[in-house]
């Protein structure tokens, strides 16, 4: 032991004279920035860094003799401080273009990762299009925010985004329900999702290459010696990078990593080992614990290696090289030609690879039992797909291309296509051999299937999408807006159209419109113009569109939707149209309409024509029999063209023929048209004629021309020109009526005036009829009466019984002769009498009849309910007065022979009347009568046992219909009557006044 610590000393004495005598150069102190980002890099509990970011700084430290200072941030703060030169270095950074224009990167990737999103657990994200309208949470100026924003803005996706600090601030997020969906790495994602209420969605996205990073400018040593580590490490199977691997992704513990003293006592025993030849055993025995090591290291490997969730595979390429290198040596040096023009040897080459190892991991992908079914050779799952694939990898490799990644299809072993991510890579070493090829797949067949059904709603979409470059050339378009356009084919489109401003544009000036809207605010909606399809012709378009611009806002292309909007637009210009000629027919029609008078609707028609139909002139002919007299011309003055205007006969010209055929006839040119026979036409320079007839049932009253200096076809308008000649019929045929009618006026007023004086005249006898009726009628009535009753108080001795009785029958049947002579003067003063309508309160005035008969009713013990609330309308208060008078004098006569008599009076307003009831429990009556009880004179009882004229119910009748109101009665016999009065709620029309009826 102690020869061993001599020779120990001698090696170190050694090595220092070899150095020059040299000290080692002072620490350097490295700032280092740290954010929570495990396994990674994190601050633990005890405030220590940790993770596999920090395990490989500190060993690569150790050996340059750096002095690590951490310095805890979040990420945002994170790159801020190393953008301004605050921190030295920051590990877990994923390299970008835009970040490398920022910052200083090492060249060696040490760890890829990839973003995933998650949502809460039962939320239906299963692709990109499920992201429109939600809320995603971002990490603030994470890598995979502009990733996302990007991919999702392609596809007009637009969720609405939350920024947060740290990635567990996202989980927070969507566990709470704030957000519907959050953006992470997936390796934070597979190591904190267990945490949370959340769980992985199928999209997974933006591969990146997670790298160091310094200040722009400065600390290039530190990058450099950063890659000759790693170079080193990644190259060998038990370097430190393969420990901390294994220890942070793997589960297991890395070995105690060896103290610096120790480094520097195997570098003596080395030295020595050549100066001391006895040093032997110990070079041994040192040589079986680095074997024991590198075998515990290929164990952490293999374990690393199967356990993997990504499919993995060691294949051994050499064969296929020596295939290569024997076709380069007899002359092929363009390897692409040649595996085109000899496809078998693509398949050759594909079943030369040897398959190694795979990984549990593609045996769950392939649906393999175990690995010999793989292991057999790769064409067992390659597709077509995969063969071309393959081939442009192996031009790759011909090309010195040892680390390339490609997209492809393979199938499983029960015939399932799989769409991956290949990623193919030479180790050190084995370059020249290919004897170690290691293969990476990612299946991205989800991915695929949500690009597919993004391409199938972008194909089938009924718009036409489309991206292009600021200068007009299309980059790529749908089957959608080819169809648009007229081109058979996308393809067809973009190789046909170099230069949308000059080629599709009607005018180039919208283009530049366009282009200086989406320069000034960077997107347009619903731009429209009008574009040539490919055949010439024109259509309508409108445009939604975008600018994309790069991280520095430069712009990429245009991306927009195009709709065909020709039809709507069609529409819109006859929608306007119909509208213009629906306004000039209206005013043509206000105009005519206004009089009743011929030459001012003549005039207005003239005028009317002219403004609605636009010609040069317009004329009026009326027609009186065989002739058509000009009644009007337009514009003003324009008789002057013609001179003196010969007259028109039916059968003669365009516009005699018109009136003959009753057809509207039309001419372009007059002069070779033979109808046109009217020579002053064609000297005032008129060039095209309509002649239309103005036709009033079968009869043909005038007709209207219209003429154009230039040529038109006054055809295209036919169907406004004939509403705007009905309409002018009408009003032609009005205004003759009207002076028919005026004529007949005279004569009518005559006879009126004359049938007038006569009913006077009747009216005047009338009344002198009645007056003698009342006079004449009633005086011997007056006699008989008193005769007959000095004959019963003088003489009543004289007489025996029968006598006196038959005296007494006389003197009552002049009382009811009398009687009945009141009654019939009442009911002819009642017709003749003015109505003198007034509010009248309905309660009052049956209050007021009932009062009358209060004795009565007293004395008979009547019972009377009165159920008539305050009601006010307007009515004549007579006519009203004289019918509730009938129907309560019927009402207690007709219950005299009742054993308990009862009357009922009800009424109750609704919106349009009043309904007043008058019911009893008297003897009622058949309803079969019912009609007979309002006429005069009609009696159904014994006039005996209930005396009255039978004029009653015909005055309540008479009364009801003067005031426009009704009267019904319901019955049956012996259980009493109910009589009804509706009276209007409001009085209507003109007052009624009397007419002359003779009683």
Same mark, same amino acid.
């Given at each position: 032991?102690?020869?061993?610590?001599?020779?120990?000393?001698?090696?170190?004495?050694?090595?220092?004279?070899?150095?020059?005598?040299?000290?080692?150069?002072?620490?350097?102190?490295?700032?280092?920035?740290?954010?929570?980002?495990?396994?990674?890099?994190?601050?633990?509990?005890?405030?220590?860094?940790?993770?596999?970011?920090?395990?490989?700084?500190?060993?690569?430290?150790?050996?340059?003799?750096?002095?690590?200072?951490?310095?805890?941030? *979040?990420?945002?703060?994170?790159?801020?401080?190393?953008?301004?030169?605050?921190?030295?270095?920051?590990?877990?950074?994923?390299?970008?273009?835009?970040?490398?224009?920022?910052?200083?990167?090492?060249?060696?990737?040490?760890?890829?990762?990839?973003?995933?999103?998650?949502?809460?657990?039962?939320?239906?994200?299963?692709?990109?299009?499920?992201?429109?309208?939600?809320?995603?949470?971002?990490?603030? *100026?994470?890598?995979?925010?502009?990733?996302?924003?990007?991919?999702?803005?392609?596809?007009?996706?637009?969720?609405?985004?939350?920024?947060?600090?740290?990635?567990?601030?996202?989980?927070?997020?969507?566990? $709470?329900?704030?957000?519907?969906?959050?953006?992470?790495?997936?390796?934070?994602?597979?190591?904190?999702?267990?945490?949370?209420?959340?769980?992985?969605?199928?999209?997974?996205?933006?591969?990146?290459?997670?790298?160091?990073?310094?200040?722009?400018?400065?600390?290039?040593?530190?990058?450099?010696?950063?890659?000759?580590?790693?170079?080193?490490?990644?190259?060998?199977?038990?370097?430190?990078?393969?420990?901390?691997?294994?220890?942070?992704?793997?589960?297991?513990?890395?070995?105690?990593?060896?103290?610096?003293?120790?480094?520097?006592?195997?570098?003596?025993?080395?030295?020595?080992?050549?100066?001391?030849?006895?040093?032997?055993?110990?070079?041994?025995?040192?040589?079986?614990?680095?074997?024991?090591?590198?075998?515990?290291?290929?164990?952490?490997?293999?374990?690393?290696?199967?356990?993997?969730?990504?499919?993995?595979?060691?294949?051994?390429?050499?064969?296929?090289?020596?295939? !290569?290198?024997?076709?380069?040596?007899?002359?092929?040096?363009?390897?692409?030609?040649?595996?085109?023009?000899?496809?078998?040897?693509?398949?050759?080459?594909?079943?030369?690879?040897?398959?190694?190892?795979?990984?549990?991991?593609?045996?769950?992908?392939?649906?393999?039992?175990?690995?010999?079914?793989?292991?057999?050779? #790769?064409?067992?799952?390659?597709?077509?797909?995969?063969?071309?694939?393959?081939?442009?990898?192996?031009?790759?490799?011909?090309?010195?291309?040892?680390?390339?990644?490609?997209?492809?299809?393979?199938?499983?072993?029960?015939? @399932?296509?799989?769409?991956?991510?290949?990623?193919?890579?030479?180790?050190?070493?084995?370059?020249?051999?290919?004897?170690?090829?290691?293969?990476?797949?990612?299946?991205?067949?989800?991915?695929?299937?949500?690009?597919?059904?993004?391409?199938?709603?972008?194909?089938?979409?009924?718009?036409?999408?489309?991206?292009?470059?600021?200068?007009?050339?299309?980059?790529?378009?749908?089957?959608?807006?080819?169809?648009?356009?007229?081109?058979?084919?996308?393809?067809?489109?973009?190789?046909?159209?170099?230069?949308?401003?000059?080629? #599709?544009?009607?005018?180039?000036?919208?283009?530049?419109?366009?282009?200086?809207?989406?320069?000034?605010?960077?997107?347009?909606?619903?731009?429209?113009?009008?574009?040539?399809?490919?055949?010439?012709?024109?259509?309508?378009?409108?445009?939604?569109?975008?600018?994309?611009?790069?991280?520095?806002?430069?712009?990429?292309?245009?991306?927009?939707?195009?709709?065909?909007?020709?039809?709507?637009?069609?529409?819109? !210009?006859?929608?306007?149209?119909?509208?213009?000629?629906?306004?000039?027919?209206?005013?043509?029609?206000?105009?005519?309409?206004?009089?009743?008078?011929?030459?001012?609707?003549?005039? $207005?028609?003239?005028?009317?024509?002219?403004?609605?139909?636009?010609?040069?002139?317009?004329?009026?002919?009326?027609?009186?029999?065989?002739?058509?007299?000009?009644?009007?011309?337009?514009?003003?003055?324009?008789?002057?063209?013609?001179?003196?205007?010969?007259?028109?006969?039916?059968?003669?010209?365009?516009?005699?023929?018109?009136?003959?055929?009753?057809?509207?006839?039309?001419?372009?040119?007059?002069?070779?048209?033979?109808?046109?026979?009217?020579?002053?036409?064609?000297?005032?320079?008129?060039?095209?004629?309509?002649?239309?007839?103005?036709?009033?049932?079968?009869?043909?009253?005038?007709?209207?021309?219209?003429?154009?200096?230039?040529?038109?076809?006054?055809?295209?308008?036919?169907?406004?020109?004939?509403?705007?000649?009905?309409?002018?019929?009408?009003?032609?045929?009005?205004?003759?009526?009207?002076?028919?009618?005026?004529?007949?006026?005279?004569?009518?007023?005559?006879?009126?005036?004359?049938?007038?004086?006569?009913?006077?005249?009747?009216?005047?006898?009338?009344?002198?009829?009645?007056?003698?009726?009342?006079?004449?009628?009633?005086?011997?009535?007056?006699?008989?009466?008193?005769?007959?009753?000095?004959?019963?108080?003088?003489?009543?001795?004289?007489?025996?019984?029968?006598?006196?009785?038959?005296?007494?029958?006389?003197?009552?049947?002049?009382?009811?002769?009398?009687?009945?002579?009141?009654?019939?003067?009442?009911?002819?003063?009642?017709?003749?009498?003015?109505?003198?309508?007034?509010?009248?309160?309905?309660?009052?005035?049956?209050?007021?009849?009932?009062?009358?008969?209060?004795?009565?009713? @007293?004395?008979?013990?009547?019972?009377?309910?009165?159920?008539?609330?305050?009601?006010?309308?307007?009515?004549?208060?007579?006519?009203?007065?004289?019918?509730?008078?009938?129907?309560?004098?019927?009402?207690?006569?007709?219950?005299?022979?009742?054993?308990?008599?009862?009357?009922?009076?009800?009424?109750?307003?609704?919106?349009?009347?009043?309904?007043?009831?008058?019911?009893?429990?008297?003897?009622?009556?058949?309803?079969?009568?019912?009609?007979?009880?309002?006429? !005069?004179?009609?009696?159904?009882?014994?006039? @005996?046992?209930?005396?009255?004229?039978? !004029?009653?119910?015909?005055?309540?009748?008479?009364?009801?219909?003067?005031?426009?109101?009704?009267?019904?009665?319901?019955?049956?016999?012996?259980?009493?009557?109910?009589?009804?009065?509706?009276?209007?709620?409001?009085?209507?029309?003109?007052?009624?006044?009397?007419?002359?009826?003779?009683?």
């Amino acid at each position: 032991m102690r020869s061993a610590r001599h020779l120990i000393r001698f090696a170190i004495l050694a090595l220092f004279l070899l150095a020059g005598g040299q000290t080692p150069p002072p620490l350097q102190v490295v700032r280092v920035g740290i954010y929570q980002n495990p396994p990674l890099e994190y601050i633990d509990d005890a405030g220590n860094a940790q993770g596999f970011v920090v395990d490989l700084l500190q060993a690569i430290a150790q050996e340059e003799g750096w002095q690590l200072e951490y310095v805890p941030c *979040k990420w945002a703060d994170c790159l801020q401080q190393l953008e301004e030169g605050q921190i030295d270095l920051m590990g877990a950074i994923a390299y970008s273009d835009e970040r490398a224009q920022r910052f200083d990167f090492n060249a060696e990737t040490y760890f890829v990762n990839w973003g995933a999103i998650y949502a809460r657990p039962g939320h239906p994200i299963q692709s990109l299009l499920d992201l429109d309208g939600t809320t995603l949470v971002v990490l603030q *100026k994470d890598i995979y925010v502009n990733a996302i924003r990007d991919l999702l803005s392609q596809f007009d996706i637009h969720p609405t985004y939350i920024e947060v600090r740290d990635y567990h601030a996202v989980f927070e997020a969507v566990e $709470s329900g704030e957000a519907d969906a959050g953006v992470v790495n997936h390796l934070f994602g597979d190591l904190h999702a267990y945490e949370y209420q959340v769980e992985q969605t199928p999209i997974v996205f933006h591969p990146i290459e997670v790298r160091f990073a310094a200040p722009k400018g400065t600390h290039q040593d530190l990058l450099t010696a950063l890659d000759i580590h790693l170079a080193s490490w990644k190259h060998t199977p038990d370097s430190p990078y393969y420990q901390f691997l294994d220890h942070w992704f793997s589960g297991s513990q890395p070995s105690p990593a060896l103290p610096a003293w120790a480094l520097w006592v195997l570098g003596i025993l080395a030295f020595a080992a050549i100066l001391f030849i006895g040093v032997s055993s110990l070079l041994r025995a040192q040589v079986r614990v680095r074997t024991a090591e590198l075998q515990e290291s290929k164990n952490r490997y293999h374990s690393l290696f199967e356990n993997s969730p990504i499919s993995l595979w060691e294949e051994d390429l050499s064969e296929v090289k020596k295939y !290569i290198d024997a076709l380069r040596a007899q002359g092929t040096s363009d390897f692409r030609a040649y595996f085109k023009s000899h496809p078998e040897s693509v398949k050759h080459c594909a079943s030369l690879v040897k398959i190694l190892d795979v990984n549990q991991a593609t045996l769950d992908m392939y649906h393999a039992s175990d690995k010999t079914e793989l292991l057999a050779g #790769l064409p067992k799952i390659f597709t077509p797909q995969s063969f071309q694939v393959f081939r442009e990898g192996l031009v790759a490799l011909t090309e010195g291309k040892l680390n390339q990644t490609h997209e492809a299809t393979t199938k499983t072993l029960t015939g @399932k296509e799989i769409f991956h991510s290949i990623h193919w890579s030479v180790p050190a070493g084995y370059e020249e051999t290919w004897e170690r090829v290691a293969v990476s797949l990612v299946d991205l067949s989800k991915r695929k299937q949500a690009e597919e059904r993004v391409r199938n709603i972008v194909e089938n979409a009924v718009e036409g999408i489309f991206q292009s470059t600021l200068q007009g050339q299309f980059i790529s378009i749908n089957p959608t807006m080819a169809r648009i356009y007229g081109y058979e084919s996308p393809e067809e489109m973009i190789a046909a159209v170099t230069n949308i401003r000059d080629q #599709l544009y009607v005018n180039p000036q919208d283009r530049d419109r366009f282009i200086r809207q989406l320069q000034k605010h960077d997107i347009v909606k619903g731009f429209e113009e009008k574009n040539y399809r490919k055949d010439g012709s024109i259509i309508w378009t409108t445009t939604n569109a975008r600018l994309v611009r790069d991280a520095d806002g430069n712009v990429l292309y245009i991306e927009g939707f195009v709709e065909d909007i020709t039809t709507r637009k069609q529409t819109e !210009i006859e929608i306007h149209a119909r509208t213009e000629e629906l306004t000039a027919l209206n005013t043509l029609s206000r105009n005519v309409n206004r009089s009743l008078s011929l030459d001012e609707v003549v005039s $207005s028609a003239v005028d009317g024509m002219l403004d609605a139909a636009h010609p040069d002139l317009a004329f009026f002919f009326l027609r009186d029999g065989d002739r058509l007299l000009l009644k009007g011309i337009a514009p003003q003055h324009a008789e002057q063209r013609f001179g003196e205007v010969p007259e028109h006969r039916v059968g003669e010209c365009m516009c005699g023929l018109a009136v003959s055929t009753k057809k509207k006839l039309y001419s372009l040119d007059i002069f070779t048209d033979t109808r046109c026979s009217w020579e002053e036409c064609k000297r005032a320079g008129l060039r095209s004629f309509a002649a239309l007839p103005l036709v009033s049932g079968e009869e043909v009253i005038g007709v209207i021309g219209l003429a154009s200096e230039t040529e038109r076809d006054f055809r295209q308008q036919s169907e406004f020109l004939e509403t705007l000649t009905s309409q002018v019929a009408i009003s032609l045929q009005n205004a003759l009526l009207h002076d028919r009618i005026q004529n007949y006026a005279a004569e009518l007023e005559k006879r009126v005036a004359e049938r007038t004086a006569e009913l006077v005249t009747k009216n005047s006898e009338l009344e002198t009829f009645a007056y003698t009726v009342s006079h004449d009628l009633k005086a011997p009535l007056r006699s008989i009466d008193g005769y007959s009753h000095l004959l019963l108080e003088d003489h009543s001795d004289k007489l025996d019984g029968e006598g006196r009785l038959f005296l007494y029958n006389v003197r009552n049947a002049a009382n009811h002769m009398a009687q009945l002579i009141d009654d019939l003067l009442a009911y002819s003063r009642f017709e003749r009498r003015t109505l003198t309508p007034e509010n009248v309160d309905i309660r009052t005035i049956i209050e007021t009849l009932l009062f009358e008969h209060a004795s009565e009713i @007293k004395q008979r013990g009547i019972k009377l309910t009165l159920d008539v609330p305050p009601i006010t309308l307007t009515a004549d208060p007579d006519s009203l007065s004289q019918a509730l008078r009938n129907l309560i004098d019927n009402a207690i006569k007709f219950t005299a022979n009742t054993s308990h008599p009862a009357i009922h009076i009800g009424g109750r307003k609704t919106k349009k009347a009043c309904v007043i009831e008058v019911r009893d429990n008297g003897i009622g009556f058949d309803m079969k009568d019912h009609a007979r009880i309002f006429k !005069i004179f009609q009696r159904l009882q014994n006039a @005996k046992e209930y005396p009255g004229t039978g !004029i009653g119910l015909a005055l309540v009748h008479k009364a009801m219909q003067r005031i426009d109101g009704r009267v019904w009665a319901e019955s049956k016999p012996g259980e009493g009557a109910a009589f009804y009065l509706e009276i209007p709620a409001r009085k209507t029309g003109k007052e009624r006044t009397s007419t002359t009826k003779s009683a």
